[in-house]
Structure formats: structure tokens, C-alpha cells
């Protein structure tokens, strides 16, 4: 047993609060506890931000790990370094390094046997491409099925990892966002997906949601996360191009997590506001160098274009995009 600072969060939030933690590389290397209805993760550093999240910070007794599981086991055994996966609901998906491709089936079974929430394993097989952003995966280990349930602040979300785009890396940006939201708001989601910020918002706020996207299986999923959610009183999904959907003067609020391609639905989005202004979430890919510049220039430049004022209000590094890029979300007040 160890004693360290620890977060407390209900359990309905563990699992978001314990991806933020890990992401944020503040999770210590010990044995998260559970105390009645809540969950206590040892937490490195525990002055942090959790989105709206409520936690409390405490001190606990924490049991530390048996030691290296059989995945840890072959990867050193391999001299092999496979530093993070992603997990959506049930699912891995695994980025093997070209050196190692003839033991990939052994690392996928490896992992399966040593988590046991896992079932199955696949590895990418592209980058994320295509205007319905969705990458190639390949079968290693495990079922053969590519639809799972992904549980997230007590919201779940039903897709196909073969078909869509989601990231579950991005719950920390939900909760932000969903942090800035005002009940009452109406709000225009560009590039919904499956769903994930309108239904993260429609879960915790009296909003009216519109989401658009051009991947049709994206919308079918959307649909029916909105009654798994039951926020069919507050969300609606539409499938087509959001240039053609997008209702103009309409909303307090617009989310568009395209990074790579917002910029040319920019106008859009400001013609989306109601006449009144309000705020858009834009998400951009930046070079690490002149970080924000040239998003910045241009959201302020096409706000002008448009005779209307824009003020940044809030920006961050989402996460790392490529050696020399990160993907950033910048928040943008729109006067009239
Ligand atoms: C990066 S994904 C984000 C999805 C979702 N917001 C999420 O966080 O999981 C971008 C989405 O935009 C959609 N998309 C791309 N171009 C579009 C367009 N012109 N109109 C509507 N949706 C579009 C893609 O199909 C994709 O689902």
C-alpha cells in the first residue's frame, strides 16, 4: 500500500475523469480504489481542471500493480514499445511499428489476455482520410466485430470503429465545451459524427441540438444513440453537407470539429449565429512553431470579411497531430 494525493470522483464520471488523468500523464502508476459510489484515482498532481467533472481531492491508500502483465511481458521480451492504444467501448486498436508487424497477432493476444475488458484487437491500417475522416483497421485478435457501446459521462455512445470517426480522446474537449454551455442555448453541431458533443451537452443542459454529418452510417449511429440517450426532446440529427443544413441566424452556438478542413466551413459557421453573435468552437490543425497564428489571422480576417467583430476567447492544444503539428481548439466570440 502506498499513500498519495488521490481525486474522488462519482463512478458515473470515473472512467472520463480516468482517461483525462492519463491523457494529462497525471495518473500515478497505482491501483485505482473505490469507496462506496465514488472511485479514487492517484492522481500526480491533483490542482487540475476535469471540465465539469465535480471531483474532491483527498488522500488515500492506494495497492500497487502485481507487476508487468503479459503484454508489458512480450513488448519487453520483443524490445518493442507500443506506448499507448486507443479503446472504444469493448475494442483496441493498436499502432504496430513496421519492425514488428510478424508479432502482431501475438501483441494483440497478449493485450487481450492481460485486459479483460477488451474483446477484441485490431491494428490501424491508414491514417484517418477521407471527408468522413475513418480509418482502415485490421482484425488481430478477439471477436469479429467492429460495433461496441463506449460509455462516457454517464452518455453512451453506439458505432461502428470500421465506419466512423470517434476519438475518445477528445472526452476532456466534451466536458470543456460542455463547461461553457448556458441552458437555453441553441446549438448548431457541424460535424456531429455519432453524436458525442451533442449528446455529452444534451445530457447535462436544457439545449436545443442540431447535428449534421456526411457519413450516413455516422447519422444512423447519431440516431440511435439519440434514444439509447433518450435527448430526442433536445437533439436532432440530419445527414447531408452542413454548407446546405446549416439554418442561418440560428444558433448561440456552433461546434465544428473538423481540424482538418474547418476552415473552409468557416463562413458558414458565422452565417450560423444568430444576428445577435455567440461563439464557435473551431478546431484547426497548428504548427508547433507561430502556434495559433495562422487559425487565429483567419478566423479574425473572415469574421471581418463578413462585417461582424470576433474576439478569441479560449484556446489549447487538443493533442499532439505530428511531429511538427498539434491539433488545437481555439473559441471564438462573435459580436454582431
Ligand atoms: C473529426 S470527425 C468529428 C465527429 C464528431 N464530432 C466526433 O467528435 O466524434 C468530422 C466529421 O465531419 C463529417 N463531415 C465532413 N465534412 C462534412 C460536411 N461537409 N458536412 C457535414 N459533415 C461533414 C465527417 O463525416 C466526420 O464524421
Not at 481542471?49 to 512480450?74: K, N, Q, R, T, Y
Not at 499532439?320 to 481555439?330: K, L
Request: aromatic share 8%.
Amino acid at each position: 500500500m502506498k499513500r498519495a494525493a488521490g481525486i474522488k470522483v462519482s463512478k458515473k464520471d470515473a472512467e472520463t475523469a480516468r482517461r483525462i488523468l492519463k491523457d494529462q500523464g497525471l495518473l500515478m502508476p497505482l491501483k485505482a480504489r473505490q469507496n462506496g459510489e465514488s472511485i479514487i484515482f492517484p492522481a500526480e498532481n491533483p490542482c487540475l481542471s476535469l471540465g465539469s467533472i465535480s471531483f474532491e481531492i483527498v488522500e488515500a491508500d492506494f495497492h500497487e500493480f502485481s507487476g508487468p502483465d503479459e503484454f508489458d511481458v512480450l513488448q519487453r521480451r520483443l524490445g518493442c514499445k507500443i506506448s499507448s492504444y486507443d479503446v472504444t467501448g469493448d475494442l483496441a486498436v493498436l499502432e504496430i511499428p513496421l519492425d514488428f508487424e510478424a508479432h502482431e497477432t501475438g501483441l494483440a493476444e497478449a493485450l487481450l489476455a492481460s485486459k479483460k475488458n477488451l474483446k477484441a484487437v485490431f491494428k490501424k491500417s491508414s491514417s484517418v482520410e477521407g471527408a468522413q475522416r475513418v480509418r482502415k483497421i485490421t482484425w488481430l485478435a478477439g471477436e469479429k466485430r467492429t460495433v461496441t457501446v463506449h460509455r462516457e459521462h454517464g452518455c453512451q455512445f453506439k458505432l461502428d470503429i470500421a465506419q466512423v470517426f470517434f476519438s475518445p480522446r477528445l472526452s476532456f474537449e466534451r466536458q470543456r465545451i460542455l463547461g461553457q454551455v448556458r441552458d437555453g442555448e441553441a446549438i448548431v453541431d457541424m460535424f456531429a459524427g455519432v453524436g458525442p458533443y451533442s449528446i455529452v451537452i444534451a445530457k447535462h443542459r436544457d439545449v436545443r441540438i442540431l447535428g449534421i454529418d456526411i457519413n450516413e452510417p455516422a447519422v444512423q449511429f447519431f440516431k440511435e444513440n439519440i434514444r439509447i440517450n433518450k435527448v430526442s426532446d433536445r437533439v436532432q440529427a440530419v445527414f447531408g453537407d452542413c454548407r446546405t443544413y446549416s439554418p442561418k441566424k440560428s444558433a448561440d452556438r456552433v461546434i465544428m470539429n473538423l481540424p482538418k478542413g474547418a476552415k473552409d466551413f468557416y463562413p458558414t459557421a458565422l452565417e450560423t449565429l444568430k444576428s445577435g453573435g455567440g461563439i464557435i468552437h473551431h478546431y484547426g490543425v497548428s504548427p508547433r512553431e507561430r502556434l495559433y497564428e495562422a487559425e487565429i489571422d483567419f478566423i479574425l480576417n473572415t469574421a471581418a470579411e463578413q462585417g461582424r467583430s470576433a474576439e478569441i476567447i479560449g484556446r489549447r492544444i487538443v493533442r499532439s497531430y505530428s511531429p511538427s503539428e498539434v491539433h488545437v481548439a481555439i473559441d471564438v466570440e462573435v459580436g454582431m
